[in-house]
């Protein structure tokens, strides 16, 4: 009898969660790390094509792999509608609102860890440096994790980054601007800084994706 009473409630208590869940924007931060040789600077590129793997925070069978969006242009809205601009939606099975993702520039970033800061909510990447405005990475960065992209999500969880051969500018120790296809997809790239005589290259390349 207690089982048939209760399977109501847990009902409600889960439709309920799902509802907090798919209207709660949540921060998530891209973090990249590379061994870089005579290079300066390595940056992500915000007005290029991104891709990224995405899933339900619901559900994690339901995704959508390899989605690509360019950080400087957001989706055609109809008038009247209420959702913020965003830069990639997706409408999961059985759900009734579009699950929203949307790129943070760097005032939008302070703006959302300065909120989250005020919460004092903490997390276990609270205190490692990965939580942080997106940022180049520099020589003094070799071997560690550096945020480079803030996203802000409704009802979606980004999970992988899948660079594509142009999302990155690399500057040499000399000064000379890589910024076309330094191609980071196999983890690996190299290139020659003519002017400086001078080998470049980014090596060992990873990402994560980490929730704020």
């Known amino acids: ?17 799902s509802i907090v869940i798919v209207n709660t924007m949540v921060l998530f931060i891209l973090c990249i790390k590379a061994e870089l040789d005579g290079v300066e600077t390595l940056s992500l590129l915000k007005n290029t094509n991104l891709c ?17 969006f360019n950080p400087s242009e ?7 509608d209420r959702e913020p601009p965003h830069h990639f939606a997706v409408k999961w099975e059985g759900s009734k609102k579009f699950s929203t993702l949307i790129i943070l520039d760097e005032e939008g970033s302070k703006s959302a860890l300065k909120k989250i800061k005020k ?8 205190g490692s440096g990965e939580v942080d405005v ?3 990475v520099t020589s003094d960065d070799n071997g560690g ?15 992988a980054f899948h660079p594509m051969g142009n999302d990155f500018k690399v500057i040499s120790e000399g000064g000379a ?8 997809s196999e983890g690996d790239w190299g290139d020659y800084d003519e002017e400086n005589d001078l ?7 990873e990402s994560k994706i980490i929730a704020v």
Do not use: W
Not at 52 to 68: A, I, W
Not at 74 to 80: A, V, Y
Not at 147 to 152: K, S, T, Y
């Open 1 to 17: 009898l207690s089982t048939l009473h209760s399977t109501p409630l847990l009902f409600d208590l889960i439709v309920l969660l």
């Open 52 to 68: 990224f793997s995405v899933r339900n925070p619901l559900s994690d069978f339901e995704t959508r792999e390899k989605v690509v």
């Open 74 to 80: 957001t989706l055609e809205q109809d008038e009247g």
């Open 119 to 126: 919460k004092g909510k903490k997390g276990k990447n609270s």
């Open 134 to 136: 997106p940022r180049d």
């Open 145 to 159: 994790y550096v945020p480079v992209l803030a996203m802000e999500c409704r009802g979606m969880e980004p999970y």
């Open 177 to 184: 601007v890589f910024d076309e296809d330094v191609d980071l």
């Open 199 to 205: 080998a470049v290259g980014v090596n060992e390349f």
